[in-house]
């Protein structure tokens, strides 16, 4: 019985190797087919609006007036997503600009200064501030900050100011987490070195623990603006969804998310109006894309280093 039981054991052992081979196998192979999928679609339904409607690519991207239910003067849509464009990079990058020195001496202070406090009390804050839906951060920017702007500035509180605030306390615990994992990866020995050759502890952190830990906290950034970018309850409840450039940040504005959760579900597919709302989620689609690529440069530059 003994001998059997030797004798099963390697062939079941490997049986269970190639069933979880497989299954690995079939699981990478589906999330190719959903991604490849959602690639193509998105993809031919955004170009929909130039190959089908013979909308203009230059006006798309230039054009001040976004109207796709109206023809202009050559019977083409009247697509011009600029504004729209301007007003989701206006109010990412203000929050990452507003955010990350925050962002990166919250986690400083989490690691080096007070790493206890920082595990017990403000990392579980932060866990916390990571799940709290979008429609709930929305809320709060409708029922607090709007009205505040309102009643500070000139105005109707609706603008590019409310929506930076709001997605700059959105994406602070995301920087935040993954800028603590970055410092934290610094190995102890480059601490004690820097200290026996008589470094202050300010000079440690700055010049070896920061700086060891750049790409990491880099990829934190990048990572905080890819959700800001892509943030859209939130945003649409205080930014005012209008379709102009502002002159101002307390003015009413539009993001590419704000108007395709706005039109996407009072149009009929195929129509002008769904494909260019389409060809603004084709958009979205490439921002995202080169969010990836720029944390995979950042990482490679890692590994190399």
């Given at each position: ?201 300010w000079q440690t952190i700055y010049r070896v623990v920061l700086k060891t830990a750049r790409p990491g906290i880099l990829t934190a950034i990048v990572f905080g603006m890819a ?79």
């Open positions: 019985m003994q001998a059997h039981k030797k004798i099963d054991a390697p062939s079941t052992k490997t049986w269970l190797e190639r069933k979880g081979r497989l299954l690995t196998s079939f699981s990478i192979v589906i999330m190719m087919v959903i991604a490849i999928s959602i690639l193509y679609f998105v993809t031919s339904k955004g170009l929909s609006t130039f190959i089908v409607n013979k909308a203009s690519i230059v006006e798309f991207f230039t054009g001040m007036k976004w109207d796709p239910g109206s023809l202009n003067e050559i019977g083409k849509p009247i697509v011009g997503a600029l504004p729209l464009i301007f007003g989701s990079f206006a109010v990412t990058f203000m929050a990452a600009i507003i955010c990350t020195p925050i962002a990166i001496g919250a986690a400083v202070f989490m690691t080096e200064i007070s790493p206890h406090f920082g595990r017990k009390i403000l990392q579980p804050v932060m866990e916390l501030l990571v799940g709290i839906p979008s429609v709930v951060y929305g809320f709060v920017g409708l029922s607090l900050i709007v009205p505040f702007l309102r009643e500070s500035f000139s105005g109707s509180g609706f603008g590019i100011a409310a929506g930076t605030i709001v997605l700059t306390v959105m994406i602070l615990p995301t920087i935040t987490s993954l800028s603590v994992d970055a410092i934290r990866a610094v190995p102890m020995h480059y601490r004690e070195g820097s200290l026996a050759l008589g470094a202050t502890r959700r800001a970018f892509g943030e859209a309850l939130a945003v649409q409840m205080v930014i005012g969804n209008a379709t102009v450039i502002p002159s101002s940040l307390f003015e009413p504005a539009s993001t590419l998310t704000s108007i395709l959760t706005m039109g996407m579900g009072y149009s009929v597919m195929g129509q002008a109006e769904n494909n260019a709302l389409w060809s603004l989620a084709l958009v979205l689609l490439a921002m995202s894309l080169v969010f990836m690529i720029i944390v995979r440069f950042i990482g490679r530059r890692r590994t190399y280093k």
